[in-house]
């Protein structure tokens, strides 16, 4: 069973893609998921063009908490779970002409997924998990995140984005053999407004779509396997005020090595780019 989550936290009302391979996992009905993820990200900021802002950075370290627990949903293996994200970073630029910065620390906007793999992973006990082997496995996600973040309407740079977004997915995984894997994924994130944004205007913003790939390569060690990723995004064109921003465009490759400490816990080592 997947026994490590990593969460990706973007601190922007920009839209971003998660790489996550092997999503559609299957886990004993009853068995609980903890995981524990710690992320540091760098890289330059795309801020509203009308702002004065120019050279903007961001230096972030989050932390974040997720627990899942596997269900039997009609007979389809099915997970329910939270991720609690918290974050600390300074962000730098040039404003009107001055350099400046400013640090966050706190929460960032929480997560809730509800998924199910009705093609390929019915749901079994640990018993028939051990004995069962699907060829191809299809599931849906649906993940919503809740406007519960650090947010100050007077600040431009903020944890939390006061909005409620909704990313329903779908994915497919085939096993080609006993050693590799492969997945896609599509999935559209649709955002409500936040009524307050900074200089006291409305932000909204349209519909992000994406798709993703992933190779996984098991080795024959248990539990130890390897998976590079590529996803390409498009969409979220923002609003100010009813004044529309150009469209986002989004592509991201990422590796991930995880490595088992015990039968039941796992380390996961990720680069995304």
Not at 151 to 157: F, T
């Amino acid at each position: 069973a997947r026994a490590c989550w990593a969460a990706l936290l973007m601190a922007a009302p920009l839209a971003a893609q998660e790489l996550e391979p092997r999503a559609l996992q299957n886990a004993p009905v009853g068995a609980n998921l903890l995981g524990v993820a710690a992320g540091y990200s760098h890289g330059n900021l795309l801020f509203e063009p009308s702002l004065p802002i120019e050279d903007a950075q961001a230096d972030v370290a989050s932390i974040a908490v997720a627990y899942f627990r596997a269900l039997d949903i009609f007979g389809m293996s099915g997970k329910v779970g939270v991720v609690v994200p918290m974050a600390t970073g300074t962000w730098s630029g040039t404003a009107f002409g001055i350099d400046t910065a400013v640090t966050r620390t706190g929460f960032a906007d929480p997560r809730m997924t509800v998924s199910v793999n009705f093609l390929g992973a019915p749901a079994l006990g640990r018993s028939g998990m051990r004995t069962h082997r699907a060829k191809t496995v299809a599931g849906f996600q649906l993940s919503v995140q809740a406007p519960l973040g650090q947010y100050a309407p007077e600040r431009l740079v903020n944890l939390g984005l006061n909005r409620w977004s909704f990313q329903p997915r779908l994915g497919i995984a085939q096993t080609i053999s006993s050693h590799l894997i492969v997945e896609s994924y599509v999935a559209a994130t649709f955002y409500t407004a936040n009524p307050d944004f900074f200089g006291g205007t409305e932000l909204t913003q349209e519909p992000f779509v994406e798709a993703q790939f992933h190779a996984i390569y098991n080795f024959s060690k248990p539990g130890l396997w390897l998976a590079g990723s590529i996803g390409y995004g498009r969409g979220a064109r923002i609003a100010i005020d009813g004044v529309k921003q150009e469209t986002l465009e989004n592509i991201r490759a990422s590796a991930v090595l995880r490595v088992p400490l015990t039968r039941q816990h796992g380390l996961k080592l990720i680069y995304i780019n």
